[in-house]
């Protein structure tokens, strides 16, 4: 399993509000899968939005850490009720990094 390389599981533990320790491999892979996702959707290396400290933006690591524990809350497709895209959620933190093939 890949190691995410901008989150940790214990800011995940209280982003996702968890206490237990028993999750933690199960929580890498999710961090690890939220980075890679990001990667994906801003069709770039999140290595080229560092800074000289080697940190992402704020905004664009919450929305990881919004992604994540996204992910960890609903682990399957479907739920009892009808889910509802969070309004200036993920998307709205990740737009502004997205590269469009003209730049």
Not at 23 to 46: F, K, V
Not at 47 to 60: T, V
Not at 80 to 88: D, E, G, K, N
Request: proline residues 5%; hydrophobic residues 35%.
């Amino acid at each position: 399993m890949s190691q995410p390389r901008y989150t940790t599981i214990e800011r995940l533990k209280k982003q996702a509000v968890l206490e237990t320790d028993d999750q933690d491999e199960e929580l890498m892979g999710y961090l690890a899968a939220a980075e890679t996702a990001t990667e994906r959707n801003l069709q770039r290396s999140l290595s080229e939005l560092e800074d000289k400290s080697g940190n992402l933006p704020d905004d664009l690591l919450q929305a990881i850490y919004l992604l994540a524990a996204t992910w960890v809350a609903n682990k399957e497709a479907s739920a009892p009720v009808q889910l509802r895209s969070i309004p200036y959620g993920y998307e709205f933190l990740t737009v502004p990094y997205i590269k469009y093939d003209n730049e």
